[in-house]
């Protein structure tokens, strides 16, 4: 036996019918989610053994059959016989459920949320399964259908390597669709190889990509400043203290967005916890010293233009909130608190020219904190915020029910007008909106207070800005952008969600936030017409009406009177909208930062990677 651990250190806590049973206790759906999360439960396994020092590169292949393989050079998952069950412990891995020689607190695994249930649940819910290990100087293999085992550990030819192969087919009779998505499985893969610095992680599938950062955390804020102008180099600490693994790196760029993003245990903490507060009060109380005295700095003005990744390590997590994505423990709060603050002021003390730009930057976003909170209070004045009048343009809905209304937000006046006199007004709102919105990306706060149209889409919905949103305050539970299919029509698409996810985000967390889907094209056959949403439909009904066939392509939404409008874009029964969703914030920060941040070459980069995504629209 290598290594501290050996088959008898292995417990045992149930069986594998309840998985089976109730797949979304374990792996939390049966849809796409679950999908992939087969594949993260492999994968954390084999990011457990490089923690532990003993594995350096991770592959996963998406097989054209639908298969998973995931190999590592780690130890190799023990084969001896298990003392109490007297089958090898890989067979009691792979079939027994919480089971693993890890349980113990040394080892960083996760008890809360659905990560670290053991890669028996992926046994259980995959029709097969063929798991091959390299450990004891040879080649071990055995097979499972169902959780159930097909075969004996069979002894195969020598080896001096170690490591583990694992192939599973999720089982049909479980997941609603097998479908992996190459970018969903890269994006975390990636995320994974910037919190675990050194490791080489490959991905095959559709496409190739080797995610593999020297620079860990610190590489992973220079991605996400792509695009930026940055004022120094990432700054980067890190301490073990009280088992407790704490590493941050931060930077500053010119622009006014706060990007800060906490794990633990390799976990995006979405909701924050006590590692975050205490980065945030050191942060804090660390500038103050440098900005002149009587001048103070507020956490918010602190955080502007500032890309940072913390990363804690800890033997016991707790994690609470709605998503079970908020770290609880106590103790880490103090911890980050200290070391931050001590740590940022020797980087500041030493690094003096650096210092200045950054408490230039944020003494000048206090100012323009300030300046926002007065025009805030001018608008709210004159009961422009508020939506005790509301603005002339909007052509609001009889219902007073938000759950039951929804607002269009359409691009131009002559459209506006179509949708005005298309709508159902009972439950439907129209405003119009001229030309091109501001480029939030490049503006504070105050700039955008100043813009009509900005000011007119606020009070519309009614539920205010930025920190004072307030999502139960909004007047329609159905916010629609419906633009023309054509570049422009995007490009105001872009400007708008962009400026909903800085600044009235809870909108999209909640699923308010759609996308009309005029149609593309109108076919025609002697007297009958058909309204044609995408390139697909077209095909289809092409061959089903034969020949004789007119199409004409519908560009702008102008094109279509206001019945024809209705019919099809906006009438619930016919309609097609798309609900915007943000599956991951990482990404989706660092797209609206390339796609409307001052740098052109990512830009173009990134556009002409993307071209079919954007063109999509789907973020
Ligand atoms: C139990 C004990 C040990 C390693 C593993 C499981 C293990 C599991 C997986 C799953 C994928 N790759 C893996 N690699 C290792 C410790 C083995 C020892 O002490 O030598």
């Keep these: 036996m290598t290594g501290e651990y050996g088959a008898e250190e292995i417990q045992v806590l149930a069986g594998l019918e309840a998985v089976r049973k109730r797949p979304g206790m374990y792996i939390g759906s049966t849809g796409t989610r679950g999908l992939h999360h087969l594949i993260s439960e492999v994968v954390d396994n084999s990011i457990d053994e490089a923690l532990a020092g003993f594995c350096k590169e991770i592959s996963v292949i998406l097989n054209k059959d639908g298969s998973v393989t995931v ?26 459920l919480h089971a693993g020689g890890k349980f113990d607190k040394k080892t960083y695994k996760v008890s809360g949320g659905l990560h670290g249930v053991g890669i028996s649940v992926v046994n259980a819910l995959s029709k097969k399964l063929i798991v091959s290990v390299k450990r004891d100087g040879f080649i071990w293999e055995q097979t499972f259908e169902k959780g159930n085992k097909k075969t004996e550990v069979s002894k195969e030819e020598a080896t001096t390597e170690t490591g583990t192969t694992v192939t599973f087919f999720p089982d049909e009779e479980i997941f609603d669709a097998i479908d992996f998505d190459y970018d969903t499985i890269a994006l975390r893969l990636r995320e994974l190889a910037f919190l ?46 009280d088992e407790i693994e704490l590493e941050i790196s931060m930077q500053y760029n010119n622009s006014y967005q706060e990007t800060v993003f906490s794990f633990v245990n390799n976990i995006n903490t979405h909701e924050g916890g006590t590692h975050l507060s205490g980065f945030k009060t050191a942060l804090t109380r660390a500038l103050n010293k440098f900005v002149e005295k009587g001048t103070t700095v507020q956490g918010e003005d602190v955080r502007e233009g500032l890309t940072a990744v913390i990363s804690v390590r800890i033997p016991e997590p707790q994690f609470e909130g709605q998503t079970k994505t908020k770290l609880g423990n106590s103790k880490v709060k103090g911890l980050v608190d200290s070391i ?56 609001d809905c009889a219902s007073k029910d938000p759950a039951a209304s929804e607002i269009y937000l359409v691009e131009g006046d002559s459209a506006g007008g179509s949708a005005k006199q298309g709508r159902n007004r009972e439950f439907q709102a129209i405003l119009p909106l001229r030309g091109k919105i501001l ?49 422009d029509g995007h490009h105001i698409t872009t400007l708008l969600l962009t400026f909903f996810f800085r600044y009235l985000k809870p909108l999209i967390d909640e699923g308010y936030i759609y996308i009309a889907m005029p149609p593309l094209y109108k076919m025609k056959k002697g007297k009958q017409e058909f309204w044609i949403a995408n390139e697909k439909e077209k095909e289809e009904k092409l061959k089903e009406l034969g020949d004789g066939v007119s199409i004409q392509r519908y560009k702008g939404l102008g094109e279509m009177n206001p019945n024809q409008l209705w019919d099809t874009t906006m009438n619930p ?44 629209l789907d973020i």
């Design 196 to 241: 675990n610095k050194g490791i080489k992680i490959s991905l095959k599938g559709d496409k190739e990509d080797v995610f593999h950062y020297e620079g860990g955390i610190k590489s992973f804020v220079e991605y996400l400043n792509e695009g930026k102008s940055a004022f120094h180099e990432p700054i980067y600490f890190e301490k073990v203290e």
């Design 71 to 96: 190999t590592d050079d780690g130890r190799g998952i023990p084969v001896a016989e298990h003392p109490k069950f007297k089958v090898s412990a890989l067979e009691v891995v792979m079939t027994k």
């Design 340 to 395: 931050v603050t001590e740590k940022l002021i020797e980087y500041l003390q030493e690094n003096p020219k650096i210092a200045r730009l950054i408490t230039d930057k944020i003494i000048n976003a206090a100012k323009a904190r300030e300046a926002a909170r007065k025009a805030r209070e001018l608008t709210r004045r004159k009961g422009l915020l508020e939506g005790s009048s509301l603005p002339g343009k909007l052509a």
């Design 573 to 616: 029964d016919n309609r097609i909208l798309t609900q915007v969703t943000i599956e991951d914030a990482v990404e989706a920060d660092r797209i609206f930062r390339i796609l409307m941040g001052d740098d052109v070459q990512p830009r173009r980069e990134f556009i002409e990677k993307h071209a079919k995504e954007v063109d999509e």
């Design 439 to 487: 480029n939030v990306e490049k503006s504070r706060l105050n700039s955008l207070l100043k813009n009509n149209e900005i000011v007119t889409l606020i009070t519309a919905i009614g539920a205010g800005i930025g920190d004072e949103f307030d999502i139960s305050k909004a007047r329609y539970h159905k916010v629609i952008i419906m633009t023309d299919a054509d570049v």
